[in-house]
């Protein structure tokens, strides 16, 4: 990496000093994201935590980044049905697209406790089942790896002080993450700019039955990101954001695979059998597979899940979600529905070089 190219930026952009604040790079009218009092966004921190986001050394046995299961090309998820960890160990779920995340009010697959991303990254950096990059029990080889002539210097603009610390790493990953915004796709030309000819009219018709009462889509994925767990500056209603969509009903009482039963798992709730929360639709169309086990592969295939009302015997759930009560599409409907999906994807953000590989 060139780590040194990045010092001689940021001391370009004059962000030597660490309180320099982050300019976020939103269209005019939109809300900033809520930022925790303990971890203000900075250019600075920003940069530092885009190095360490690609940087193999971050795992124990150097093998992988945070890229690795968040690539860019494909809205900073894997084109892949589960995660692999650091020593090839396979997960249990699908890697979430990293799209707003500065946005969402929780974390993961299903974890309503999980509300920032200082929080959710110790589990990947940390935990060992599953195990992701492995540091527990190599927290100082590390760590010393970061303590070098091309880190301190990134480290000292960041935060005052030359000297690495996981409370650092783990605040700049998440600075970096959070500037990770996406509202430049065609759909937002259209809805926000005015720019009447930045949809088809295939896709504006999608996106009549999109926020139809027919298809109900928008009840889940609703908002300015297209999700109910999100939030921002200014709001104040904070609707529930986990739903059993009829995937699996494998006692004919709602109950999934003893592998991983959602939500329940944390709350011992019965009702929360099978919750997940339902993620961003933005950028959709480039972050397959679908579902928290990759068990969809294609658009195409989630639409067919939800026009029938889940999945074999799932359909018959009576645990699932109240919105999922499936529904008739016309050949011209189910493309015109691909259309305004497919119109959600911001090509900037895929490609953008402030979030690149440095």
């Known amino acids: 990496m060139r780590l040194a190219a990045t010092w001689l930026l940021l001391l370009l952009l004059g962000c030597s000093q660490p309180d320099k604040p982050y300019q976020w790079a939103l269209p005019q009218g939109f809300p900033e994201p809520i930022v925790p009092n303990d971890n203000p966004m900075s250019e600075a921190k920003v940069a530092l935590g885009r ?3 690609y940087d193999r050394n971050l795992s124990f046995n150097k093998t992988q980044a945070c890229a690795s299961c968040h690539q860019q090309a494909f809205a900073f998820a894997q084109p892949a049905k589960v995660a692999t960890g650091s020593t090839g160990q396979l997960h249990r779920r699908n890697s979430l697209a990293l ?44 760590l010393a790896r970061f303590d070098s002539a091309d ?46 000819d930045a949809l088809s009219e295939s896709a504006k018709r999608g ?36 739903h059993n969509t009829g995937l699996y009903n494998e006692d004919g009482k709602g109950m ?54 889940g999945r074999g015997a799932g359909i018959d759930s009576p645990v699932k979600s109240v919105f ?27 490609t953008k070089e402030e979030f690149a590989h440095p």
């Open 51 to 53: 190095v360490l986001f």
């Open 99 to 142: 799209v707003n995340v500065a946005y969402n009010t929780t974390l993961t697959w299903a974890h309503p406790e999980l509300t920032r991303i200082e929080q959710q990254l110790l589990i990947p950096l940390f935990a060992e089942h599953p195990l992701e990059m492995g540091i527990s029990g190599h927290d100082q080889e590390v």
């Open 151 to 196: 880190y301190r210097p990134l480290f000292n603009a960041a935060f005052g002080d030359e000297v690495p610390s996981y409370d650092g790493i783990v605040k700049a990953l998440a600075s970096f993450v959070r500037s990770l915004v996406s509202f430049d796709s065609a759909f937002d030309h259209y809805a926000y700019q005015m720019q009447d």
């Open 207 to 242: 996106m009549a039955l999109f926020f139809s009462e027919q298809l109900e889509c928008h009840h889940c994925h609703g908002g300015i990101n297209f999700s109910q767990a999100s939030r921002h500056a200014g709001q104040l209603l904070q609707i529930r954001q986990f």
């Open 256 to 309: 999934y695979p003893a592998s991983d039963m959602g939500l329940y798992e944390i709350t011992g709730q019965g009702v929360d059998m099978g919750h997940f929360r339902a993620p961003t639709l933005r950028n959709i169309a480039r972050s397959a597979p679908y579902m928290h086990d990759g068990s969809l592969p294609t658009l195409e295939a989630v639409l067919d899940f939800y026009a029938a009302g």
């Open 324 to 350: 999922m009560r499936g529904f008739t599409l016309s050949v011209e409907q189910k493309q015109d529905l691909l259309a305004f999906l497919h119109s959600l994807t911001d090509e900037n953000f895929l």
